[in-house]
């Protein structure tokens, strides 16, 4: 997490699509993103995902089908989902939010490539 400048985009909207499981955000400098919620939850910005250090992160698996229940706002600077699995630690700063949305295919891609290489599924066992 980079931290706010003057310069970072601020969402002006934040919308739960529950039946199509997607966060969709509209930023001030007009650009918008539609995340969804298995995507959000397998790259949490949490220590239980990320781990403290490069190498140690986890591998998010049978993801899927996860939902949002709520989203808590953080200060003026982020939020936080809580999951349907439970999972609530991760904090989503507006640059954060922000950097997901411009990566998002990118992200998804070396997602889909270490499930594979690993042997996880995004289905639930």
Do not use: C
């Not at 969402?11 to 529950?18: E, F, G, M, S, V």
């Not at 918008?32 to 949490?44: N, T």
């Not at 939902?67 to 904090?91: L, N, Q």
């Not at 690993?118 to 639930?124: A, F, I, T, V």
């Amino acid at each position: 997490m980079a931290g706010l400048t003057a310069t970072t985009p601020v969402p002006t909207a934040i919308t739960l699509h529950q039946q199509s499981r997607v966060l969709e955000l509209a930023f001030d400098d007009g650009r918008a993103f539609r995340l969804p919620y298995e995507f959000l939850r397998v790259h949490s910005p949490s220590a239980e995902v990320r781990g403290h250090g490069p190498g140690q992160e986890t591998l998010q698996v049978g993801k899927r089908n996860v939902g949002i229940e709520t989203v808590e706002p953080v200060g003026h600077y982020a939020i936080k989902p809580v999951f349907s699995d439970g999972h609530e630690s991760g904090i989503y700063s507006w640059d954060y939010l922000y950097e997901l949305g411009i990566r998002q295919d990118e992200l998804w891609h070396q997602y889909l490539e270490r499930l594979a290489r690993e042997g996880g599924s995004r289905d639930p066992r």
